[in-house]
């Protein structure tokens, strides 16, 4: 996806990724929905999860923030996977994917699993 980076008008508008990505909704649950590689290759994060979809962020508004050794982050120096409903969803009851709105004597129930390994 680096070599995607600011390529295209959506994230240009957003300043990098910030975009929802649906799953297929016959998937596997218990397959990986993400699986992230550091870059030295010694480092993996995989992400599980039952929601129909992630929101990727790539840190495209991070210049500025403190970070914990005293200095500042720059833009794109971190990211986010958030496991989640698409945005708006709400507003659009001809998506294909089950509703978030929860209805009252509802439990919400769904798993989102991080695991990082070590290579």
Not at 18 to 29: N, Q
Not at 46 to 70: C, F, H, I, M
Request: hydrophobic fraction near 35%; aromatic fraction near 14%.
């Amino acid at each position: 996806m680096r070599q995607d980076l600011l390529t295209d008008d959506q994230q240009k508008a957003a300043k990098g990724y910030d975009h929802s990505y649906l799953f297929d909704c016959a998937r596997d649950v218990s397959a990986p929905v993400a699986t992230v590689l550091s870059p030295d290759a010694k480092l993996s994060l995989v992400v599980y999860t039952d929601k129909p979809a992630v929101q990727l962020y790539t840190g495209n508004w991070l210049s500025g923030t403190p970070n914990r050794e005293g200095g500042e982050y720059r833009d794109y120096a971190g990211f986010a996977l958030e496991t989640q409903f698409l945005p708006d969803s709400p507003n659009h009851p001809e998506w294909p994917v089950a509703s978030c709105i929860l209805q009252p004597g509802k439990a919400y129930r769904f798993f989102t699993r991080y695991q990082f390994l070590n290579h």
